[in-house]
């Protein structure tokens, strides 16, 4: 009898395949696993770092600063009007909240006005000084504005403590190729700004001022008036239950 030679089975040939297709599916699963935790948590740390703040990055900060106030001036001027008187007025304002230091007035030199702005350069003076500034602590001075049809203002300036941030208009990143899913750096800052220029007393920022005194009248009236006109529980079930139901 012819000697017959064994034939490998089927199920040896593909074992090989088949243990590395379970590797395969292991990995898979391993990867799979550990992409979804990592949807699942957070890193707080890391996450919490990141500056997404527009305060941060556009600070309101307390520092001293040129205050300035251009009074516009016609050739033919010869006295103050109203509008002028005003913008003096509250110059004279800002800076008695603000500084106690020296005030500028500059009048301009080699313009179409500058012979008016000389003449009103008095009247300036006199309402600076109606409005609290000492008359020693104005001090005259000239800065030239050449040009034809040039309406060169009188300046009014001082150095005093202001209330700023950083320049609005940056933008370092290109917000069209940016994916880090954040506000982009100009965000916020003129809030800021505007947040800053409306601020009455700088120093508010910085510390709080102390209370004021009360006020003792007004305290008693509001008490009296509290007292007469206000209902009380006791009150309200009262007059219910002297009403008739339905």
């Known amino acids: 009898m012819a000697h017959m030679r064994d034939e490998p089975m089927a199920h040896d040939t593909f074992a090989p395949n088949k243990r590395r297709l379970s590797r395969a599916l292991l990995t898979m699963s391993a990867i799979a696993v550990a992409v979804l935790s990592g949807c699942a948590s957070r890193d707080d740390l890391t996450t919490g770092g990141i500056p997404d703040d527009y305060r941060q990055r556009h600070p309101i900060v307390v520092a001293e600063a040129e205050q300035t106030v251009d009074i516009p001036v016609a050739s033919t001027d010869r006295r103050l009007n109203i509008a002028q008187r005003d913008m003096i007025r509250g110059f004279a304002q800002n800076y008695a909240s603000r500084a106690t230091g020296p005030v500028y007035l500059l009048t301009p ?52 403590t202001t209330a700023m941030t950083s320049q609005c208009g940056q933008w370092p990143r290109d917000m069209i190729n940016d994916f880090t899913n954040q506000n982009y750096y100009n965000f916020g800052c003129a809030t800021q700004n505007n947040l800053a220029a409306q601020v009455a007393n700088p120093e508010d920022l910085v510390a709080p001022r102390g209370m004021t005194p009360i006020d003792a009248a007004r305290r008693n009236a509001a008490i009296k008036e509290y007292r007469e006109r206000t209902t009380t529980i006791s009150d309200s079930s009262g007059s219910s239950s002297g009403s008739g139901s339905f």
Not at 118 to 136: F, K, P
């Open 109 to 160: 030199e080699g313009s179409p006005n500058a012979v008016a702005a000389r003449q009103l350069r008095g009247q300036v003076r006199a309402e600076l000084s109606a409005r609290g500034i000492a008359s020693s602590k104005i001090v005259n001075s000239a800065y030239g504005a050449a040009g034809a049809g040039d309406a060169a203002p009188i300046r009014l300036s001082f150095v005093g």
